[in-house]
């Protein structure tokens, strides 16, 4: 499983992210952490990586991507991950799916959480006055104003992503004003629509009931061989004792190919003995 997530801050991407992580035993990838794992690893690119970043530069989409790349090569990637926070603008998206291309690896999906921007900046204002009404610390980039700037960062840079990826029908738009739960079920009946998902392997005793039904119309046509060797004997038992038991015994103790044949034999023997002893008569 491989997917994108999208949407402004505060839309819950990173809850989502979460949870797909525990649900599913994926990565999830975040440029932040990725480039401070890098830079603590002293990997080739976390090493330019920190020479930029102790510059106070921006770090440049090749090398972000070099991380990535990095990345999703490690064996708890296996199963897959979930992008959170990347790509932020289309010509990063162009460098993600050339990446993908190059490793064979497909993206399977782009869920966007759509949020009224109104109503998260008044969930923040809420929330930080209930925090200072508490006397509790307000942290510098929880504030509306901050919450402000940062969504019209995501309409400006992010938000042609959507038509980006629209266009290459990878997109999937999910309401994220419903409550955690409610997204989460529309998230996995997404995965699931587009194949991201591995099917759930059927019940034990489903399996042995379908196992049991398939078995029973091969075991009702083993048998009628067997049946029809049985009733050829009994005919045979009929003009000859000893013939008739040498059947039986080949029913009961060779299968039905040999007690055909046995029977088969027996009948000729059988016939004979009534002709000596209607000829003795």
Do not use: W
Not at 11 to 16: A, H, I, L, R
Not at 208 to 220: E, N
Request: hydrophobic share 40%; glycine share 8%.
């Amino acid at each position: 499983m491989r997917l994108i997530l999208l949407g402004p801050p505060g839309s819950g991407k990173g809850t989502q992210a979460q949870r797909l992580v525990h649900r599913y035993g994926i990565v999830q990838l975040s440029t932040g952490e990725m480039l401070r794992a890098a830079v603590a690893a002293e990997t080739p690119v976390g090493l330019k990586a920190k020479d930029l970043m102790a510059n106070g530069q921006l770090v440049p989409d090749e090398i972000v991507v070099g991380i990535i790349s990095d990345r999703i090569d490690q064996p708890d990637a296996a199963k897959g991950f979930v992008l959170d926070g990347f790509p932020r603008t289309v010509p990063q998206a162009e460098a993600l799916d050339e990446l993908l291309k190059k490793k064979h690896l497909r993206l399977d999906a782009v869920v966007e959480l759509r949020v009224n921007e109104s109503a998260l900046l008044q969930r923040v204002e809420t929330r930080v006055a209930e925090m200072r009404a508490r006397g509790e610390e307000v942290r510098v980039d929880d504030t509306p104003e901050v919450l402000t700037k940062r969504l019209a960062a995501y309409r400006s840079q992010t938000e042609p992503l959507i038509h980006y990826y629209s266009e290459r029908r990878k997109l999937a738009t999910v309401d994220g004003m419903m409550s955690i739960e409610q997204v989460t079920r529309e998230v996995n009946r997404i995965l699931s629509a587009v194949g991201a998902l591995e099917p759930k392997a059927a019940p034990a005793r489903k399996a042995k009931g379908a196992a049991r039904k398939s078995a029973k119309p091969a075991a009702r046509l083993a048998a009628k061989p067997a049946k029809k060797a049985r009733k050829v004997a009994k005919t045979a038992s009929k003009g000859g004792k000893k013939a008739g038991r040498k059947a039986a015994a080949a029913v009961k103790g060779r299968g039905a190919g040999k007690a055909r044949k046995a029977a088969k034999r027996a009948v000729p023997k059988a016939a004979k003995k009534v002709t000596k002893k209607r000829a003795k008569r």
